[in-house]
């Protein structure tokens, strides 16, 4: 069965810093990627996937994230990080097809 | 750009009443699905939907769950005899059918805004 583990719960930053929240996953397959995002009182909203091709993914506002196979890896990146990037991130996994499952979430604060 | 739409945004109901959500999924999507979140806790998967019939859930979906097409656009989530315990924001998602390499966006879940259940 697909997991999913993103090791930090909360991150808090200030306006400017970079951020990398990471997400690995264990499923022995190929499998799709997924960031997606959830601000205040929102729906979750896809921010980038990965299904095949070059490893680096670009998404919506700035984001990407790079998929290691070796290191089962996907994390999340940003150079530069604003207010009103505040909100809930999602790594989600699934194989071709099959359910979507999602880690437990990252909550990240940025300060102005 | 499509959307998939949820009603009621929020419910509030006793324990034990039986509650109904009500998605209604982007119009050429095929597979319907329904999560669920705790407050403070990760994004759980329930029930997938696939041809008139469920093709997989999870241990949350015991029998108080059932899931319905009723008309052929709206798909529908019961819980029959609320618990305390129930009390989430319940997602629905769909997808289209084929592969990401020949249909945009195949394979991408859409999410509905939620609905926010409420058991007093």
């Known amino acids: 069965a697909q997991s999913v583990s993103q090791h930090n719960h909360h991150v808090i930053l200030s306006e400017a810093a970079s951020l990398e929240l990471g997400c690995n996953y264990s499923?022995?397959?190929?499998?799709?990627l997924f960031w997606y995002v959830q601000y205040p009182g929102q729906h979750l909203q896809l921010l980038l996937k990965?299904?095949?091709?070059?490893?680096l993914v670009k998404g919506i506002k700035g984001f990407e994230a790079e998929f290691i196979k070796s290191k089962f890896s996907f994390n999340l990146r940003k150079p530069s990080v604003q207010w009103s990037d505040t909100a809930e991130y999602f790594c989600?996994?699934?194989?071709?097809?099959?359910?979507?499952?999602f880690g437990t979430g990252t909550r990240l604060l940025v300060s102005p | 750009e499509p959307e998939v739409t949820q009603t009621p945004s929020h419910q509030v109901t006793q324990m034990g009443q039986e509650v109904i959500l009500r998605c209604v999924p982007i119009?050429?999507?095929?597979?319907f699905y329904w999560y669920r979140q705790i407050l403070g806790q990760k994004v759980e998967f329930l029930v997938s939907?696939?041809?008139?019939?469920?093709?997989?859930k999870s241990e949350i979906f015991d029998d108080q769950f059932s899931v319905e097409r009723p008309d052929g656009s709206n798909f529908t989530l019961k819980i029959r005899s609320t618990k305390l315990e129930d009390s989430a924001m319940y997602f629905c998602?769909?997808?289209?059918?084929?592969?990401?390499?020949?249909?945009?966006?195949?394979?991408?879940?859409?999410f509905g805004a939620g609905s926010r259940l409420t058991v007093l």
């Open positions: 119009s050429n999507h095929l597979y």
């Open positions: 998602a769909s997808r289209g059918e084929g592969t990401p390499a020949i249909v945009a966006g195949a394979n991408v879940l859409t």
């Open positions: 939907f696939y041809n008139n019939e469920i093709s997989e």
């Open positions: 499923y022995g397959g190929t499998v799709n």
């Open positions: 989600a996994v699934n194989a071709h097809f099959q359910k979507l499952v």
């Open positions: 990965y299904f095949s091709g070059d490893p």
